[in-house]
């Protein structure tokens, strides 16, 4: 592996994350401050996404995954459904070792920290979760999973395909999204396969909890933001006015619109009732 620059290399020509995936950068505030502060909030952009994947991918991704090879959940799923889980299963325990690494490894490269605490998506999911019972859990993480498999592809995608991103960022994503194509075309057959089992009372839950479950994983991360800033900056009173600029703004909605389309297109694909969400 060659030795990347470090954000203080004059020679520095790479970003560590495409601008038009870093919320904060589109605020006017934030551009006026020039090259270095673009520079290190795209790294800790990156931080915060290889954070965010381990949490998914060795939380609800998991133990879905988990009930997903239990013969005795689903039983009567096909055989390819229920081995293909198997070889899933495998697969994200891999992805979330790899990015452990790789956080250590642009942690040292970027001069960086990676946010601190939880992604707000595991609030928002306990927030929905939290008073129900362990086969409702289990409900709403298949829903959220389901929506996860099918949207982190596209990300990925955007992410390995940027010309101006580190190449070993971008080799990253590609080793990622190459596995997670598959995953998601795994999903889209499994939700297929199972929304028509669904009763009327299960399909109507899975309908009003959909949007919810969208807004959880997409919505911006406030304080992942916040911490982005206070890192840049050092404590300063406009972080709130900018964080709520950017993420109460057209473009993080219409960023949460495009994202969603994949997911959204499945819920078409399945006949969903969905409402706009
Ligand atoms: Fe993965
Ligand atoms: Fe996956």
Redesign the pocket.
């Known amino acids: 592996m060659t030795e990347a620059p470090r954000l203080d290399d004059a020679t520095f020509q790479y970003s560590w994350y495409p601008d038009e995936l870093v919320p904060l950068l589109s605020h006017s505030e934030v551009k006026d401050e020039g090259v270095r502060v673009h520079d290190a909030l795209a790294a800790h952009q990156l931080l915060a996404y290889i954070r965010f994947?381990i949490a998914l991918?060795s939380g609800p991704?998991q133990r879905v995954m988990e009930r997903l090879c239990d013969p005795s959940y689903l039983p009567e799923r096909s055989y390819w459904l229920k081995t293909e889980a198997n070889a899933i299963a495998d697969?994200?325990r891999q992805?979330a070792h790899v990015h452990e690494h790789a956080l250590c490894r642009f942690e040292q490269e970027t001069g960086m920290q990676a946010p601190s605490g939880v992604p707000a998506f595991v609030r928002r999911l306990g927030a929905i979760t939290g008073n129900l019972s362990a086969s409702e859990v289990a409900f709403v993480e298949f829903l959220f999973v389901c929506i996860s498999e099918t949207l982190?592809t596209s990300d990925l995608r955007a992410l390995s395909r940027a010309p101006q991103v580190h190449p070993e960022v971008r080799s990253l994503a590609r080793n990622?999204a190459d596995?997670?194509s598959r995953?998601s075309a795994y999903f889209h057959r499994l939700f297929a396969d199972t929304w028509p089992r669904l009763d009327t009372q299960h399909q109507h839950h899975a309908t009003s909890l959909i949007p919810r479950l969208l807004r959880a994983y997409l919505s911006p991360d406030r304080d992942w933001m916040f911490d982005g800033i206070s890192r840049v900056w050092g404590a300063t009173d406009r972080a709130e006015s900018i964080v709520n600029a950017v993420c109460d703004g057209a473009c993080v909605r219409e960023r949460m619109l495009r994202a969603a389309r994949p997911t959204l297109r499945m819920l078409a694909t399945t006949s969903v009732p969905l409402e706009i969400w």
């Open positions: 994947t991918e991704v697969e994200e992805h982190i990622h596995d997670e995953h």
